[in-house]
């Protein structure tokens, strides 16, 4: 069956710039996660979301990342006025429920000049 | 050690030979994964394995967890060339409505043909 997805994968913004990043999780998946991962780094967790309970933002950097997801599948990730220090690639994940293995998508590069 | 890091953070060996990545902790986790990253881009679950087993194989993976050691360890046998990834662990500490899985920085295994 079809796997995560994410949109685009690749994305070049200038700074100041607000970008949007787009996950369509695994169907039927009630559990969905964003993280990013800098070069050579692990993985950052961002958000977490379950079903239609509020997501978990312990993750966020700062008060210019926000999530939605809409009505408890897809799900886009928006950096507002991007710096060069969000450069990245952004990754997400659904699982069935939370605490089970994530299927994570091919991810978004994002460079921020 | 921050939570979640492995050792070490690159191993080279040749096909035919076996590959021990070890991952160590700091607090008490509900489960312990695996996860392979190819080309810096998604990665993919290998194994989790749940703080009440110590155990667990799939194929040529062989996932070890000692909780009294706060340590895992993660071996493959037999390694092919097709194996050359990063391997990450990753721990999920979560609690209440509080999501959280941590990962490591990863191990970078090189299998030489």
């Known amino acids: 069956g079809a796997g995560v997805s994410q949109s685009p994968s690749n994305k070049v913004t200038e700074k100041g710039k607000d970008v949007e990043l787009r996950c369509d999780p695994i169907?039927?998946?009630?559990?969905l996660y964003w993280y990013r991962q800098s070069l050579g780094q692990g993985l950052e967790f961002l958000i977490y979301f379950q079903g239609n309970s509020a997501p978990d933002k312990s993750g966020l950097p700062s008060d210019r990342f926000s999530a939605e997801r809409t009505g408890g599948s897809v799900s886009t990730l928006t950096i507002q006025r991007t710096q060069q220090e969000d450069s990245a690639v952004y990754l997400c994940?659904?699982?069935?429920?939370?605490?089970?293995?994530?299927?994570f998508g091919p991810g978004t590069r994002l460079t921020v000049t | 050690s921050q939570q979640g890091e492995e050792d070490p953070q690159a191993l080279s060996i040749q096909e035919g030979e076996n590959a021990t990545m070890n991952c160590s902790y700091k607090?008490?986790?509900?489960?312990l994964q695996w996860y392979r990253q190819n080309s810096g881009r998604g990665l993919v679950h290998l194994i989790l394995i749940r703080s009440n087993e110590r155990e667990k194989h799939s194929g040529r993976l062989r996932v070890t967890l000692d909780t009294s050691k706060k340590s895992s360890s993660l071996l493959i046998t037999a390694s092919r060339a097709a194996d050359t990834a990063s391997y990450f662990c990753a721990t999920d500490i979560s609690g209440g409505s509080n999501y959280k899985l941590t990962f490591g920085k990863g191990t970078l295994l090189t299998v030489n043909p």
């Open positions: 994940a659904s699982s069935p429920l939370r605490g089970y293995e994530q299927y």
């Open positions: 607090t008490s986790i509900n489960n």
């Open positions: 169907s039927g998946h009630t559990a």
